[in-house]
Each structure stands twice: as C-alpha cells, then as structure tokens.
C-alpha cells in the first residue's frame, strides 16, 4: 500500500480529480497548504507598505493506493496538473504499512 | 380636516425606513450568533418576513390592528388592503402625517416582531414551517395585541402605557419564544458540543443596526419631531450605552472577562428594557432602565445552562425579560413633565396585568399554532439535515467559500446543469 | 421667490444621505457575489464611481442634465461648475427645498448608475478602463437621458413617466450592461467552473443598505415630506417584500429550494421594477408589480445560461428586464387617484417609447465608450491577471487575511520596503 | 420664546442618529485594518465609548462643554445630569430644536472623538485602560475643547471657525493619538512583521457607514434644514469623492496600484478635512479641500514606516494631518456667501492659533492621563496576552469560527460550564 | 516510530480526541480537509445554476505513536469514529524514521 | 529522498523558512494545523458559557529533501523554531519513495 500525494495548482484540482476518477480511483482526500519554491509571490501594498508575499496557493491531494495503482496514478496526475509555467508542483510516493476503512474495519486493499 | 405637516412626516419617514432596517439588522445579529453552517438559514428566518409579513400587512394585518375597535379586542375591516388609507392623515392616528405613513411605520414593527421570535428557534426550525409561522403569527398574535394596546384596545383603555413597543414587540415575542422552545426541543448536541458564535463581527454589526434603526422605533413613535421625540431619543441612546456597562460588569466579575458578544447583548437588552419607558422618563432614569437591564438579562442568560432549556439566541433572556423589566419600570419611573403620565403603584399594577395578559395569550397561542403547522408540515427539520446544517438543507448553498485564492474553486466541483446538458449536446 | 420648507428639505437631505449609501452598498451586494479573489476589484468598480463621477457631476454632469434644454436634448452650461445652485431654491426643480438640496439628490443617482453596470463586467474589466469608463458614461450617456425624461427633455414632453429612475436608471444602466457584455466576452471558465458567490451575508448586507437606501431613492423623488412620499414608501416596501415572495416560489418550484441569494435577488427585482411606479400606483398595485418582478427576472435569470453569454451578476436580467417590467406596468396600473395619472393603453405606448428609446441610445453609446477605451487602454485584464484574480491584479491587495490567529502572518511574509531599506542601511 | 420648528427637528434626529451610527462604523473601519486575532479588541474600543462616555456626557460632559461659560474656559454645572436640558429649545444653541435634540447630538460627537483615538493605539491597548482612558478624556479634553470651541470659550470668542469639528474633533484625537503612540510604544514585531488588514471589506463597509454618518456630522451642524445644511451636505460628499482620486493617484504613481484600503482611507480624510470648511466654502473649493486632503494624508502616511513610529492605523496621518489641512484651507477658502465669513490672511492666523492650541492641549493633557493610567493599571497588555491576541487575552473571544461546516466544532472543544457541573454531579 | 493518520468526520473530532486521551496519548495535529469518496456530495444552487460539490468537509487526525502505541491507537479510532454510515473515513500507517521535541531537542519515543 | 515535516508555532514560519532558503532548500510546503499536546488551550466565554479550546493553532511545515540534507534541515528547523516554552512541536522525518516535478516530469533529486 502507498501514499501518493501531490501538490498542484488550484486550479488544476477539478482536472486531476476527474483524470483519477476515470481510471478508477473512489477516493481522496485534499488539503488547501501554501507553497514556496521557484515560483514568485506577488507584492501587497497597505497604507503605503509594500509586502512581499512568498507563499503561493496550492492544493495537496492524497490517494492512497495499491501497489500496482501508484504508477497509473501518478501518471494521471502528471498529465493533468501540468501547464508547463512554473510551480506546478510536485507529486511523490510513500511507504503505508497498513490501512483501515472506519466504517466496516476491513483492512488493506479493501478498505480503499 | 387634519393636515400634513412637512416635518413630522419628514421624521415619520425617516423612522419607518430605520425601523425597517431593523430586520436585516437582526437578521445579521442573529446570523453572526448561530454556527457557520446555519448562518444563511437563520438569516432567511428574518428576511422572509420582510416578504410575508409586509404583503399580510396591507391586506389584513393593518385593518385588524388599528382598523376601529370592536368590543377591544380586535380591529374591524374597514382597512382591508389598505383601503380608505391614503395621503391625508389619519383622524385618529398620527394625525399630522399621511395615514399611508402611519401604516407604513406601524408595518416595519409588524415585520420585526415575529422575525425575533426566530432566535429561540433557530438551528432546527424547518424553512417552510418559518414561513407559515411568521404569517400566521402576525395576523392571529401580534395583530390582535397591537390593537389591544395600541389600537382602542382593552389594555389601552386600562390605562397601560406602552411607547414604542415594550409588551406588543419584547414582551410578546419573548413569550412566543419560550412556547416555540417548548415545541421544538432542544438541539442536537446542545449541552455538550460548542455552540460559538461563528462571526461576532457580524453579531457586532448587527447590533450596531438594530441600535441605529432603534432611533426610529422609539423616537419615531411619538409620531412628531418634537420635544417628546428628542426626549425619547436621548432616552433610547442613554440606555443602551448604560446597559452595555450593567451586562459587562458582571460578566467580567463572573468570567473574569467582559466579552464583546456581551457589550452586543447588553446594548440590545437595554434597548428592549427602554421601549416602553422611552417617552415617559427622564434621562437619569433611563440610565438606571438601561443599567438594570444589563445586569437583569446577564443574569437570565447566564443561569441558562442550569435550567437546560434550549433558547439558541437568549429571546427570553432578553426579550422576555429586559421586556418586563422596562414595562414595570416605565410604571415606576415615568414622570409627568415627559409626557403627562407619572409613575405610581396603580400604574405598576396596570403594567403588570399588560404584561400578564401578553405572555399568556402569546405562549398559549404561539403554542397552538406552532403545534399545528407541525402537524401540516413538521416545525423540525430532519436530524441529518440539522448535521448538515439549514443553509444546505433549507437553501441548497453555503455563507462562505473563501478557499479559491489564486484559482478556481477547491472545494467545488462547478457543472452548471445548463453547461452539463451544452455538453451532453456536443 | 420660493421659500425653503425645513420639513422638505429634511426629507430630501436624508433622502439624499439614503441614495448615497446605496453605493456601498451595492459594493458589498457585488462583492458578495463574486468570487473571493476579485472582491476588493469589485467593490472598487462601485467606490471609484464616487469618487470620479461625483466631481464629474458638480463640473458638468448637473448642468447637461438639468440646465435649461438645448432642444430638448441637452442641458446648457448656466450651472457648470455648480454655478448659480445655491441655497434658495431653483425656480423648476424641487421648489421648496435648496437647489443644492436637489442637485447633491440627483448626484446621487447619477453615481449608482454607472455603478449598476460594472456588475455585468465583474471579475474582467481592467481597473483603469474602469474608472475610465465610469466617468465617460455618467457624462455621455447618463446626463443626456436624465434630461430627456427628468429635465425638461424631449421623452418627459412625450408623457412618458418615470417617477424614480425605471428608464433613466435601471434600463439605462441594464442596455449599458448588455453591451458591456457583448465587448468584454466571456469570463475565462464560464460554464464549466464553478462561480459561486463566496459571501453571501455580505450579499445579503448589500441588498438591505439598497432596500433601506431604496426609501430615499423612490420616496425622497417626491422632493417633498407629505403624501405622495408617504405613498411611494409604502409602495416600494410592498413590491420588494413581494419580489421575494415571487422570485422564492418558482425557485423552489425548480430547483426545489428557495435560497437566500434568491431572497436578496429578488427584493433587489421588485425595487427596480416599482422604481417608475412608486409614485403612481396604490399599494395592491406595487405588490402585483413586486410578484410579477421577482418571478420575471427569476426566469429571466433561470434562462442566462442556455442563452450563453456572460452577464456575471445578471444586471440584464434584473435591472433591465425589472426596469421593463416596471415602465410597463406602470403605464397600465397608474391611478390617477395617486398622483394624477391614470394607466391608459397610450400611456402604455408612450412607455413602450421610452423604453425602447433608452435601450437603443444605451446600448449604442455604451458600445461605443467602451469600444473607444479599449482602443485605448485595453477594456479587459491579461488572462494571468484574471486568473490571479482583480484583487491582486489591480490592486496589489487581498480582500481577507485570516489565517493568523496565535502568532504573525502565515502566508505573509513581512517585509515592508522602509523596513528593508533601513536594515541595508545598517 | 423660541418655538420648536418640526422640519429642524426632524433633521437634527436624523443626524443624532447618523452620527451614533459612525461609532459603530468606526469599531468596523477600524476592525478590519487589525489582524485576524485583534478584530474584537479593536471593535470592543470603540463599542465601549457608546457605553462609558454617553453616560458620563449626560453626567457631566454636556454641562462643562456648554453649560454658561466660566472665563471662556470651561462651562459651568448648571446642566448637570442634564438638568434644565428640555424638550424646549435652549436659548443659546439650536434655538428651533429641543434643548433634548442639541445635546443628544452633540453627545454623539462626544463619543466618536476618544474611540477615534484608539486606533492609534490599536492592537495593544489593555481594555481596562482603554475604559479608563475613553472617560477621562471624553471629561478632561474633549469637554474643555469642545467649550473653547462651540461653547462659548476664548477660541470661538478670537473669532476661529470650526463648522464641524475639524479641530474639536479631528485635531484634537490626532493630538492625542501621537501622545498615545508616545506612551505605548511600538507593536511587537513593528517593521519586521507583516501588519496586513485581516478584512478588507469590513474596512469598506466601516468607512462606507462613516461617509453616510458624516452627513449628519456635518450637515447636521447647520442645527436646521435649509440652504446651509444643504450646502454643507454637498461640500461633505464632493470632497469624500475628490479625496479618493486625491490619494490613489499619488499611491498609483508610487505603488503602481491604486488599492481599496486607499479609496477608504482617502474618501476618510476627505471626510476629515472638509469637516471645519463644509458650512463656509463653495463646491468647487470643497473639491479641492478634498484632492489635497487625499494627497497630502497619503503622503504623511507613506512617510510614516521611515519615522518609525508605530500609528497602527493612521489616526496622525488621517485625523491629525486632514485636520490641519481642513482647519487652514479652511481659513483661506471661506466665502462670505455660503455663511458670512470670508477667508483671509487673519482668519487663517486665527486658524493657526486653534490649531496650536488644540494640539499643545490635547498633547499634553493625553500624556497625563495615560501615564496616569499606566501608573494604577497599566496601558499596555503583556507580550504574551500580545502575541494571543486581545481578542482571547482581554475578552476571552475569536471573531470568527468558520471551520465547523458539516459537523460539529472543529477546533473548539465544549464543554460549556454548567454541562461540566452536571457531568460532575452525575 | 509510526504516524498514524486518520481521516474521519468533523463532528466526530472531540470523541476522538477524548478517546485517545484517555488511552496515553499525549498529542495530535489536526487539518481540515475536503473528502471525495463514495459519500455523496451535495447540490447546491445560486441564481438558477445548479452546482454539484463532490467533496465533503473531513478532518485528518495525525498521531505520532510509538510501535507498540499504534494498534490501540488505531483502534480507539475505529471505535470512535465510526457511524456505520458512509463516509466515516480511514486509519492509515506510516513508517517514521525519526522524530524530535523542538523545545528540548529530545529525540525519539521521549519527543512524543 | 525523505520527508521532514514540523509542526511549529505560527509565529516561527517566518524564520524557520528563511532559515532553509539559507541552507538551499528551494521550496516547501505549509499547512495551517490545529495542535494538541502539553500545551494548554484557552477558555472562551460566550453569554455565559464557558468554553475549553484544546487546540491551539501551528503550522505544518513540509520538505522534500535529499537523504544528506535531512539532517541539516532538522537542525535548522530545531534552531530557529525553538522558543523553549512549552507547544514549540515536532519535526520527523519519514521515508519517500519518489518525487517528480510536475512541470517537467523530473524524478529523484532532480525533482526538488
Ligand atoms: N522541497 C520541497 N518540499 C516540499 N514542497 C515543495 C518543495 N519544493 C517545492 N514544493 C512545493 O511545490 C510547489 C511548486 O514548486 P516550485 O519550485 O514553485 O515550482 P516547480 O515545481 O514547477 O519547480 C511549491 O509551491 C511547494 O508547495
Ligand atoms: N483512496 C483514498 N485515498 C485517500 N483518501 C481517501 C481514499 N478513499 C477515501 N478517502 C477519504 O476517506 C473519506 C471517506 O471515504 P468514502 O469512500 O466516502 O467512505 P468510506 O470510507 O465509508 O468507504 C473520503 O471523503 C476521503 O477523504
Ligand atoms: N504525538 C503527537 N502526534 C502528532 N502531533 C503531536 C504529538 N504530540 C504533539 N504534537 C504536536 O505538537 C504540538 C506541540 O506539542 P506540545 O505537547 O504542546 O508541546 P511540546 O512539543 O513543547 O512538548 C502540538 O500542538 C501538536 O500539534
């Protein structure tokens, strides 16, 4: 079992969303996060101050996933969230040791 | 024939458009009180009756309040839709002013009142049992009291005095909003999960509205710009600048901290405190109208919890008794130089049958119709639908939807039927 | 020489303090109904109108609009610069309050005019095409109609009647938006994204401030305090409380639940449409005209997205066909008994006239101011700037910062230029 | 004896009433520039005034600012506790009005004067001070200045003109603010953190409810409804809409953005500065008052980050900087024709000496009162109640609590009190 | 060293957190998230136009427990958070390399 | 490739993520984070009532680092996020099989 998660546009999330449906995935969970990176920020200007703000608005989203599913799913991301500009983010892998569905208990490959 | 005169009609005007104001005031003061997910039902409670409780208005609401007596108990018809009140004035209303402005300024407290009942309600009442409580609330409850105080009634004839509003409005809607607790029960989860205001800048904006629309309700109520008006409006302010001081006092001694949603509450308690007294005391007194007030309804609102009823807005706590409190003070304080009438035991006795009178024909007929709208379409909404929250449930949308900085929505998956159906086309 | 009459002029002072506030307020009805990155661009695009076409009005608007006609098209300069409108009366327009009285009142409407438009370009227009646009049009267009039917122009000779601004205001400003439509195109993502209004208490704030503001806009145009103000109060009252009633019943009809947005829609529907009628009709007519608003411009509204194109905040379907609806019916329902003039099928015709003469002179010259700017500057923002949102595009601001709550900013990373500019220094 | 004119009556209400709404406003325009964890504190400053210094101004604040004068410094006792204070007119001040309506109205500028103030000391002012401040000043600087002024005292005796306030309110809260600034010191994190207004449409809403109220503030203090009144109205509004492009066009060609904060903040010191001038200058003279007011306050506030004091919201750079500007221009733009006082160089030498004086005064005695203060309870929160937040630290609050949608409180764990007792009992 | 991560419904957050109190453990990090799953979403309308919102609000709950923490942990989460209905979410695992204490610098099973 | 993630006081962010620009981390990752652990909440009082918050508000801090500078970013992190009072939070580290960059398909070291 692996964790994919993604950072991505936005923007982009309907997209990705609708791109993992399609090849089968019944579930996700997504989180509004800020980013930093190569991506500029933008100015903010207050009563005369001008603020540089880093941080640019991102959406993180989290499949968990069989083995043999990761690939197609991080495919399916790659392709969708892309626009080509800068900070279309990351998407990476992680190890999941086990997984439960709350609501029947069951375990592993089908509790997902 | 009674003329127009520019002036008081100026203020009359004036004071229908901020008492009119009021309702989407309270609508705020209320929304900003509820949790987010309930935030646009609870507003629609008020706003709705901006649109049922007017249009009832002209076609029978005015007629029965203030259309001529019969036997003191209701008004007769002679004004069914607003015939016969056009721009002359009335012979016996507001008499310097046209007639369509006396109704008009007597529909915007018609609208009000019922709308205030919704606080005790609010979170759980269903949409459409709102609607047809707010209607038929206003025509069988708050018309025949209007009349009974205002319109040539018994309680008027009595010799009960009620400025602007203490017993017609506060304490009768206080009254409604116990017996609709009675029917409704309490909330899911009430006494054990956080019931927080979600948006006290919106609580404190309301507040702010219903102070400044109060201007009209008190002293436009001496229905000219005089003397009595300016009395009763220094009166209306001073009480509610002193309220604020009597709530916050002990609520800073009780919880070590004077909260803002208790500055917002005391002012409002002391404006319903100072209703029926606003033309009738002097300034000192209303101070002390105002000061007790605050402290009265702090008190009510905080022995709350330990009586376990569920009253989501406080409507009783300070409705109900910053209502009471200013109508047996106004028989106490009251002083002849303001307006000819002087406090006194006989008048408190008189007081306190208008006040009993109210609340017991306002519970026992705010009980009755609520119990058959729930028997017509149910008063509660469904336990998933309350989980959901009313703005889903009842609405089909939500108050906010902040998380779309910088793109398109996050948290909302955008097919316009229309734009699916194009689709489906290609 | 006529004489000031305090009483009037009271009433036209608040009347006018009333229309002014409007403005703000429909900043905060737009701005709620946007979404959360163009809130503060939206609620600049009604601001920056009181800013420019204020001192636009005191330097030539007045004058072109009610000087005396040139032809009957066009007010002359004798009051450029407000010279000659001082604090006696004017001889033509509101006799017994201050010529100044009249023209701060009318500078008012000349405001929200423009204003009603930039609804339909929200969320793409470019803040300077903006400003631009706001101050060419409340000259070229706006002044030229408010002298045909309110200045002594050619349409108020025809008989047409528009007691506060139905063809001058609202289907002027609802042809205006049309074209705004047809030369911005169509807002990236429209029909497929979601746009969901991300404040909807706020939309709701919005839609009370023009309602309680609305008072002053219809019964302050009685430019005095007595019956026919009394009149136009009520009738205005009545039609936006039926508007909702007639908007929420085929909403829920359709989609099964009346929702707020609905309510706050549909009052603003019934306010546009009674606008013409407010002083003509009796109050069962303002409530027709309030029912028969709210469900058109429902379904004009239900109907947007077949038709395609992008009317962001359905200033057509509300101002324009509300507008219409109102002209209309007030050529048929008019009671002579009211203010003098009765509906007739002439008087229907001489509306259909003016109607259709707005729309065309509107439409056409609001193309072409906006067809000019952009040669100019560019009507419409670079496609990453309408992605990033008018917010920060246009004004290097965001309309909320709330994620901070325990410690600094979050996302805002703090360094303000003097800041930087002292710590090179040391 | 004077008589009561209804149509001066009604408009003075009015503007009582508009006035008291611009406290609210203010606590709105003011809550919004905060951040997210100081909204409530923020509010709470102004609210607060609405309580204590309505209650002392019926005590004792009317009587010293215009009760009979003592040397042209102070007024004498004879209206204490409002006293003798009818519903008849005073001899002396607004002579068609109740003496009731004179000082109810000057009771609300009374109020908005200290809380003005507080925005300078925003954000780290302790609230027990803060009550203790809002009083003593309101008693000890306001009154004495408001007598020096309009009561009878040696400024208005030397001939200095002030028609709304522009000293007695304006200078002397940005005077005050400077000695606040003084004595509080700098915000943790001043010039390295980023300040950013957590709402920024609570800051147009603020400022949009102050613009309405203003029109009461200044075209109120006509004291009746005629020519003057309108003339002072227009004046207001023209220089609130030429302030805008006054600031952001100086903010445009430095910031290369004009912003909403701008709009807001400049229509405010548009607002500020035609205060002393609106009853003495013509329109095109108060647009200019207005352009400079925007450009001249944007320019003092753009400077500020390079002195390195910390006026959390500007009230020097707004309120005392427009003040000044007001109170000069006004000495020289005055024209004999709106109000018999023709501007020259010895009116603006008198200007000049009530400026000094105000500010020398209002300095000096501010500092007193809060190193007085400072000594019993302390001015300032500690860091850690700082870095909390006065919302939590000093009202036991959040202003918002949005994260709840679906469910029950997310973040908030309930365990209200009396349900924690009960548990126990059990 | 394990995280354990849960995704569950926001009104079950308190009896959650109760639970695990109750059994130890010492802290937790909470976010709010929006869930697309098999729960349905809901409809909402504005001015005519019909939006379908496929993501429900959930809360993730992340516990960093030590090994022989992670059952009991993930059951007082099963048991808790479930209410039979869909949607009720899911408990997963994941391997930790190592954990600090920001205040002490103390590292490992003394960090939590 | 690991992942570090901290959960740090809000007031931190600043530095802690001026800190990793120095040391050459080119991106991360925030999320706003409600806590739970030592720390104490606060109480709110609404009309009466009583509240007991539990949760206090942090950041969650996230990068994506190469395995030879997890234990400079640790250090960092440990450095400038500690106030020394109680509630500074954690940092861990957990195992990531693989990144990519979106924008460019890039996998490994190369992604971030
Ligand atoms: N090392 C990192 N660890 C965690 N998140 C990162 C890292 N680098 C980038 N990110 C995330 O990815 C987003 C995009 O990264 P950025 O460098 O702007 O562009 P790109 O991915 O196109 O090179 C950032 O906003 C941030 O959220
Ligand atoms: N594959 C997945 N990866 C990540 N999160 C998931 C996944 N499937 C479900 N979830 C999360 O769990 C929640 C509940 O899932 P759902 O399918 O609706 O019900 P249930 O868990 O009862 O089968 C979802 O809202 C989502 O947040
Ligand atoms: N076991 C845990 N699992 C996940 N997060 C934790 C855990 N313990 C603490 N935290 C997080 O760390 C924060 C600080 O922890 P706390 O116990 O208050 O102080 P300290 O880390 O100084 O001992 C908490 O608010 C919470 O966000």
């Excluded at chain 1, 980013?35 to 207050?46: A, K, L, P, S």
């Excluded at chain 2, 309301?206 to 220094?234: P, Q, R, T």
């Excluded at chain 2, 009265?296 to 569920?310: M, N, S, T």
């Amino acid at each position: 079992m692996k964790l994919v998660t993604a950072i991505v546009k936005p923007f982009k999330l309907d997209e990705v969303k609708e791109a993992l449906r399609s090849i089968g995935v019944n579930g996700l969970t997504v989180t509004e996060v800020q980013g930093f990176g190569r991506q500029r920020g933008h100015t903010e200007v207050y009563r005369g101050a001008e603020y540089q703000v880093d941080f640019v608005p991102k959406v993180k989203v989290e499949v968990l996933a069989e083995e043999d599913q990761v690939q197609p799913v991080v495919d399916a991301i790659l392709k969708t969230a892309r626009t080509g500009k800068i900070g279309d983010g990351k998407v990476f892998v992680t190890p999941v040791d086990q997984v439960w569905r709350i609501r029947t208990g069951e375990m592993g490959p089908d509790a997902i | 024939m009674p003329e127009v005169d520019a002036g008081d009609t100026a203020w009359l005007l004036t004071s229908t458009a901020l008492v009119m104001f009021m309702t989407p005031g309270l609508a705020l003061f209320y929304g900003g009180l509820v949790r987010t997910k309930n935030v646009l039902g609870t507003i629609m409670q008020s706003l709705i009756a901006l649109g049922i409780v007017s249009v009832l208005w002209v076609l029978v609401g005015y007629t029965l309040s203030f259309g001529p007596s019969i036997g003191g108990l209701i008004g007769g018809l002679d004004f069914i839709g607003f015939r016969g009140v056009g721009q002359a004035p009335s012979a016996s209303y507001a008499t310097t002013t046209p007639h369509l402005a006396f109704a008009a300024y007597q529909m915007m407290f018609a609208v009000i009142t019922p709308a205030l009942i919704t606080g005790a309600a609010a979170e759980r009442l269903r949409f459409s049992a709102t609607v047809l409580f707010l209607g038929a609330w206003s025509v069988l409850v708050y018309a025949p009291l209007a009349h009974w105080v205002w319109g040539g009634g018994w309680l008027g004839r009595l010799g009960a005095v009620d400025f602007a509003g203490g017993t017609v409005v506060h304490v009768n809607a206080g009254a409604a909003a116990l017996a609709a607790i009675v029917v409704l029960g309490r909330r899911r989860g009430h006494g054990t999960e956080a019931f927080v205001p979600h948006n006290v800048p919106m609580v404190v904006t309301g507040a702010a509205i219903l102070w400044f629309g109060w201007f009209g309700f008190n002293a436009g109520s001496a229905l000219s710009a005089g003397g009595l008006a300016a009395a009763a409006l220094v009166n209306t302010h001073v009480a509610a600048g002193a309220a604020i001081l009597g709530w916050l006092l002990p609520e800073r001694a009780r919880h070590r901290r004077p909260t803002t949603v208790g500055a917002a509450t005391g002012a409002v308690a002391g404006l319903v405190a100072i209703t029926p007294a606003a033309g009738f005391v002097e300034p000192w007194a209303a101070i002390l109208i105002g000061l007790a007030a605050g402290m009265v309804c702090f008190l009510a609102v905080d022995l709350k919890p330990r009586l376990g009823y569920d009253d989501s807005l406080d409507v009783v706590g300070v409705h109900l008794v910053g209502g009471i409190v200013g109508a047996l003070l106004t028989g106490i304080l009251a002083t002849a130089a303001v307006n000819g009438i002087e406090g006194s035991l006989g008048l408190l006795g008189t007081q306190v049958v208008a006040v009993a009178a109210t609340i017991a024909f306002s519970f026992a007929a705010t009980w009755a119709i609520l119990k058959a709208i729930d028997a017509v379409v149910g008063v509660r909404v469904r336990e998933d639908e309350e989980i959901d929250g009313l703005d889903l449930s009842q609405h089909a949308e939500v108050g906010y939807t902040f998380g779309e900085r910088g793109g398109s929505a996050s948290s909302t998956v955008a097919v316009p039927e229309a734009a699916r159906e194009k689709e489906a086309v290609r």
